[in-house]
């Protein structure tokens, strides 16, 4: 059966049955709706963006299980006029007693700890003995008198659990008793998680309700001339806001949580879903005002623009769904979440939409002819219809121009790309005043930059051989690589218990005996040692760099098998190379299957690449603003070609049909401005509604997602002028040196 034959079928019913099909999608959408009250939110793990099974992470997940904790954990920050006393010591013990006392967490370090620990348990009466055995024994955890840091290791790994644990570790530090003077602050990663969440959550609302108020304006603005009754024009609308009712009730079935990537979906598909079902509306409301009964009306709205809209949410969902072909979770689940999203719509579109329409339309078609005809005669010309005429003039008059200029645009483009640096660190992808973050900015300035790598080392024992080629180690790479300023070991801690390094493995044993166990822990697990490196690695480039000179530096100390570097470091490194990998594959699957798409539906070849023309100019002004705005890839951003590819090749779609229709009329120049008079106010309404869409993430605080709004904006807008211009402009020439022939297309059904 063709696709059209069932479109037929389809809508035959529904102008037989409207009732049915309404109950029956109201019915299936108050049963979401209570599942979409179940919906949960997330935090962001790195896990998510980097393929199942990628070494690099195995090897940081190997790190956290041998050492039995987290590559990052939590801070609590003590501060006052003088933290280095009795009173405040004991208030961090008992605050260590009782974080400890949470599920979750390994080990509570402090300075207080460290000392009470070398002391049999208790802390000097002395203070000025507590202030020697601090400078002795625990100065990194006090780098100044007015700051003291404690550091909470956590063992869970599951973010739900994590954050979880944050907001427990959070409370507890509130409600327990501090001295006078002193003040208490809690950082970290887990707790920045937390935070996160529930920024997150707060405007995942303020984003959806956004969106939703711009298609209101816009539909208002540029569709309510095409029904006869105002308030129908917001139909489509309704059909967009059932369809993320479905999708945020299908989340809790299938376990999934939003986090703040896949919370973008929502204001994205409020903006997206709106246009199938207003070109449906469109056309019944046209058949109607032509005289049509409802029923006939009907089925040739469903059947007619029915197959033309589900080419361009094909389109649409292949865009989204060649990130699935990544195998990076995170980018897999936003594409398939928007295009089983778009999908959905499509369907109501065509059964729910037209069922609606025929029940509320109670007017006969005939006299509405009328009054419509006679508004038409008092109809002004509007801004909107001034515009696509000078538009159209200009296409026309300077099609060499045109493409002489998007040829260009392609080219520095290009360059421009090479240019464009890549941001991994997700810390900056989060707004910048969380509680949080501040506090982790202010640790850095005392503490210096938190970019911590950590080599794992096999030993065939522990033993003070292996300990002074430790440290030698260590020496040797905070000499020699300038990004490197501390390094932190089993060595280095010792020497902090005795001032040297043990003599003998006697000595060592005795040593290792007074090191309390959950400090110990951090530095050794079996037979292998962990060394930390703190560095000043802050970017992609640096990251990469110093990760191959560390591989460098430790097989020159001997250590050609059996060792790894992770740490987040690693991690962001790895990362950049899965991000420009996971692009460049993004947006070859996504012109490939396009090209397919289109020439199985044209048979022809020119047919198929004529509306990538466009799209490719776009990309080039994508990559130019990223590169003049020093704006960085990010892990949203790297998906924008294959999504600007699947979005905007809907108006290069619609004005090639339009054009190729108008040429069997009119001569090339006269056919590119009927095609873009008549085609463009119908793909400037989508395309506002687009953008509508995506420009409501431009008010949220995440700087991730306002790039990728923002970006996402200038692409549809810029897809919406390339489909004007580029598009005719190339057909004119096409046809000049007989590249393209016009054929009519035989995609639609015959008159119903």
């Known amino acids: 059966m063709r696709f059209e034959d069932f479109l037929e079928k389809v809508s035959k019913f529904i102008a037989k049955r409207p009732g049915l099909v309404v109950s029956v999608t109201a019915l299936v959408v108050i049963i979401f709706l209570i599942s979409a009250s179940q919906t949960e939110f997330t935090t962001i793990e790195y896990e998510r963006y980097f393929p199942i099974g990628d070494p690099v992470y195995k090897n940081l997940e190997l790190y956290e299980k041998d050492f039995g904790v987290r590559a ?22 008992k605050l260590g007693e009782s974080l400890k006392n949470l599920d979750g967490v390994g080990s509570v370090t402090s300075p207080a700890s460290i000392i009470a620990k070398l002391n049999g348990g208790v802390l000097p009466s002395d203070e000025s003995q507590l202030e020697r055995l601090t400078e002795l024994y625990a100065r990194q955890f006090v780098p100044k008198k007015t700051l003291a840091l404690m550091l909470v290791t956590i063992t869970v790994t599951d973010p739900d659990k994590t954050m979880e644990l944050a907001e427990q570790i959070e409370r507890v530090v509130k409600f327990t008793h501090r001295p006078t003077g002193i003040t208490t602050e809690v950082t970290g990663s887990p707790v920045l998680g937390y935070q996160i969440v529930k920024v997150s959550e707060r405007e995942t609302g303020m984003t959806t309700t956004a969106s939703i108020i711009a298609m209101i304006v816009l539909l208002l603005a540029t569709f309510s001339g095409a029904v006869r009754k105002k308030y129908m024009a917001f139909m489509p609308l309704v059909i967009s806001v059932f369809s993320v009712i479905v999708i945020v009730g299908l989340l809790p079935l299938a376990g999934i949580k939003l986090d703040p990537d896949l919370s973008a979906t929502l204001p994205i598909l409020i903006g997206l879903a709106i246009e199938y079902a207003a070109q449906i509306q469109n056309r019944y409301e046209h058949e109607r005002m032509r005289g049509l009964d409802r029923d006939n009306s009907v089925v040739i709205a469903v059947t007619r623009t029915g197959l033309a809209v589900v080419l ?107 240019q464009i640096k890549l941001e991994t660190d997700t810390k900056k992808y989060f707004p910048q005043n969380l509680p949080a973050m501040v506090r982790f900015k202010e640790l850095e300035r005392t503490m210096g930059k938190q970019y911590i790598y950590t080599i794992v080392l096999p030993v065939d024992e ?65 037979h292998t040692l962990a060394l930390y490196l703190y560095t000043t690695a802050d970017t992609h480039d640096k990251r990469v760099e110093l990760t191959e000179y560390l591989k460098r530096d430790v097989e020159f100390f001997g250590w050609h098998e059996g060792y790894y570097i992770t740490g987040m470091p690693v991690i962001m490194a790895r990362l950049g190379e899965v991000m420009i990998n996971s692009q460049t594959q993004m947006t070859l ?13 044209y048979r022809s070849i020119t047919r198929a690449i004529v ?121 004119m020439l096409a046809e000049r040196f007989k590249v393209f022939t016009v054929k009519s297309p035989n995609v639609l059904p015959k008159e119903v």
């Open 589 to 601: 699957v996504a012109y490939g299957l396009i090209v397919l798409l289109l020439f199985t539906t």
């Open 72 to 93: 990052e954990g939590v801070y609590v920050v003590i501060k006052g006029d003088n933290v280095v006393n009795r009173e405040v010591y004991e208030y961090m013990l």
């Open 611 to 731: 509306p990538l023309l466009a799209i490719t100019t776009v990309i080039g002004v994508l990559n130019t603003t990223m590169f003049l705005a020093g704006m960085k890839q990010t892990l949203m951003s790297i998906a924008l070609n294959s999504i600007t590819l699947g979005l905007g090749i809907d108006f290069s779609i619609h004005m090639a049909e339009r054009y190729a229709e108008e040429r069997e009329r009119h001569p090339p120049e006269d056919a590119v401005k009927v095609a873009i008079e008549e085609t463009g106010k119908a793909i400037v309404t989508s395309a506002l509604t687009m953008a509508g869409g995506f420009g409501a993430l431009m008010l949220s605080s995440f700087p991730m997602l306002w790039n990728f709004g923002f970006l996402s904006f200038i692409a549809i807008i810029f897809s919406l002028i390339g489909a004007l211009t580029v598009v005719p402009a190339f057909l």
């Open 312 to 418: 361009a949410m094909l389109t649409t969902v292949i865009g989204f769904m060649s990130m699935a072909t990544t195998l990076i979770p995170g980018l897999a689940l936003f594409g398939i979440i928007m295009s089983l999203g778009l999908i959905i719509a499509y369907i109501f579109s065509i059964t729910f939409l037209p069922a609606v329409l025929k029940i509320l339309d109670k007017e006969g078609g005939e006299g509405k002819k009328k009054t419509t005809e006679a508004k038409e005669e008092k109809r002004e010309v509007g801004i909107l219809e001034r515009i696509l005429t000078s538009v159209a003039s200009l296409t026309a008059s300077k099609p060499k121009a045109i493409l002489a200029l998007a040829l260009i645009i392609i080219i520095v483009g290009a360059y421009a790309n090479t």
């Open 462 to 526: 522990i033993g003070v051989d292996e300990l002074k080629r430790l440290d030698e180690l260590g020496n040797y790479i905070v000499n020699k690589e300038d990004m490197v300023y501390k390094c932190d070991s089993l060595s280095t801690l010792i020497k902090d218990y005795l001032g040297r390094l043990p003599e003998s493995d006697a000595e060592l044993s005795t040593i290792l005996n007074m090191i309390p166990k959950d400090i110990l822990k951090r530095y050794v697990s079996g």
